[in-house]
């Protein structure tokens, strides 16, 4: 049974930073490219930042030079940090591998 969890999320004002982190079980996590999404209120979910099983990166330009997506294989777990947040960036926050996805995270960005 796979499960995703994520955690980290929060409220933090303009110009803070959260990590997100997402725990895998049940996969053979190596092996797997990941994706975290993120789904504002009212809107479609938006890919953020997905990485492969060897490490390569892809940002959707919005987060681009604020956001880091990581992984640690031994662990199982996938990374997020989030720093520069925005307003815009509220959202719920999704971890995603193959055809699995966790509860998500809220993140809140205001003042």
């Known amino acids: 049974q796979v499960q995703l969890v994520e955690s980290g999320g929060g409220l933090v004002q303009p110009g803070g930073s959260l990590r997100l982190s997402c725990a895998a079980s049940g996969i053979i996590f190596t092996i797997y490219p990941m994706v975290w ?42 990374y997020l940090q989030m720093n520069s947040l925005k307003p815009e960036d509220t959202a719920v926050y999704y971890c995603h591998v193959a055809k699995w996805w966790g509860q998500g995270t809220q993140v809140t960005v205001s003042s």
């Open 37 to 78: 999404y993120r789904q504002a209120p009212g809107k479609q979910r938006e890919w953020v930042a997905s990485i492969t099983s060897d490490s390569r990166t892809n940002y959707v330009d919005s987060v681009k030079g604020r956001f880091t997506i990581s992984r640690d294989n031994a662990k199982s777990r996938l």
